[in-house]
């Protein structure tokens, strides 16, 4: 081992570090003769639009975070819909929400007429910062959509006061989420409504799918009405009159996605920690090189949707590009995060949300510079695979290459 950590850095001419084949490593979905058995019990009946599985789906999902109820979609964006839609957002309403977010966890809510007023994220968990929401609230809030950003849940306890105090709601987004605790408690529960995508590459996979959740019977109730139409009729109360048009979109969830999602829910928390013991090791090699892995307080049991580590200023002289090359360099898969701030997008900044919000009040601008802090601090960040099958050995290479990399880190920013 230390003869190899004195070895040159990849990027200088010296050996990589990871020599293993990573591809099985970090393959996902972990699919199996059981989702293959679950897909084509399903198949087989022909009943591909509305067979029970979904419903046990639902059920499974319900009972597993601990929820009253729980609606399948077709994607978590239009389950996020939904959500909106069942706290009746509608123009002019003003939503708060983080920028440092992938684009579904706000953009569904211009449908209604409803603006999201971009708020900075902490440093620590990379979730809203309940100060900043606060700061930011006005005459036309109505709520917050809180993120787990990456596994890591949020500052419920700040953020719940300050929902309370300002009586908003909570859209929870548990899309990166699912298995993840707070205090004890499923992300997923922690909402007045929430959000599970079960997109490919989340942690409860079913190709396209998403999860509403909510204890609240008339949410629940506003939710179906928007898109499921079959089921308003077995609504008892008087949304059953909407059953002959929906509001006007169709979300359920298919039934094959859904054979997969039940089995995959299954074996949520197994393959939850195996990819918390791999990047509980490999986080503490790397914090011992000075990088911070956020791996969350004491009352909080993160997952890893993604790997993110930040790359603290001080630690070495090497800009962060010149250090993601090296890595690469060495054989490791390393990157700099792939979700750009939404109120710098042209969507925003160039005002064509206003095209499908169409504000009536004054008109709302975004500007690039809006979000320092959150700017500055996602400009650290440095995303790695989440090595969900990965062995110690693919491990200790990484971390290997990560030791050479900053052991050179002057050379290598002298021969940039
Ligand atoms: C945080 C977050 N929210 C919502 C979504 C939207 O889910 P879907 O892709 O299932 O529509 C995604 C990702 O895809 C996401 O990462």
């Not at 699919?31 to 293959?36: H, I, K, L």
């Not at 309370?164 to 992300?187: F, Y």
């Not at 979300?251 to 859904?258: D, E, V």
């Not at 004491?298 to 010149?322: D, N």
Request: charged residues 25%; hydrophobic residues 45%.
């Amino acid at each position: 081992m230390l003869s190899a950590k004195l070895d040159q850095p990849a990027i200088l001419g010296g050996r990589p570090a990871v020599s293993l084949d990573q591809r099985q490593a970090n393959r996902w979905p972990i699919v199996t003769a059981e989702d293959e058995a679950a897909v084509l019990e399903v198949l087989r009946t022909g009943d591909l639009s509305s067979h029970g599985v979904t419903r046990e789906l639902e059920r499974d999902f319900a009972a597993y975070v601990g929820r009253r109820h729980a609606l399948a979609h077709c994607n978590g964006t239009a389950a996020l819909l939904a959500a909106f839609f069942a706290l009746e957002l509608g123009p002019g309403d003003e939503v708060l929400v983080p920028t440092a977010t992938f684009w579904a966890s706000v953009l569904p809510m211009l449908w209604l007429g409803a603006l999201p007023v971009f708020c900075e994220s902490e440093p620590e968990r990379l979730g809203l910062d309940p100060e900043d929401v606060e700061r930011k609230i006005g005459a036309r809030t109505r709520a917050m959509v809180v993120v787990h950003l990456w596994g890591m849940p949020s500052r419920m306890s700040e953020l719940g006061a300050v929902a309370r105090r300002h009586r908003l709601a909570i859209v929870e987004d548990a899309s990166h989420a699912p298995g993840a605790e707070w205090r004890g408690r499923k992300c997923g529960a922690l909402g007045d409504v929430s959000v599970v995508s079960l997109q490919t590459q989340k942690l409860v996979p079913a190709g396209e799918g998403g999860i509403l959740l909510t204890d609240d019977e008339r949410l629940y109730e506003r939710a179906l009405c928007l898109g499921d139409i079959a089921r308003i009729l077995e609504l008892a109360g008087p949304a059953r009159r909407f059953a002959a048009t929906s509001f006007g979109i169709k979300t359920r969830m298919a039934p094959l996605s859904a054979a997969v999602a039940r089995v995959q829910l299954r074996h949520l928390d197994e393959r939850n920690a195996r990819r918390n013991a791999n990047l509980a090791y490999l986080s503490r090699r790397l914090e011992a090189l000075g990088f911070e892995t956020f791996m969350g307080p004491e009352h909080v049991r993160r997952v890893y949707f993604e790997y993110l580590i930040r790359y603290p200023e001080a630690l070495a002289p090497l800009p962060l590009e010149r250090l993601v090359e090296a890595l690469r360099a060495e054989g490791c898969e390393a990157s700099t995060p792939r979700y750009p701030l939404l109120h710098q997008q042209p969507f925003f900044t160039e005002g064509h949300y206003a095209r499908i919000a169409r504000p009536q009040g004054p008109a709302v601008t975004y500007r690039r510079e809006d979000l320092p802090r959150t700017e500055a601090a996602g400009a650290r960040l440095l995303r790695l695979p989440s090595f969900p099958n990965a062995g110690q050995e693919l491990l200790d290479q990484y971390a290997l290459a990560f030791e050479k990399v900053m052991a050179h880190a002057q050379a290598i920013a002298q021969r940039g």
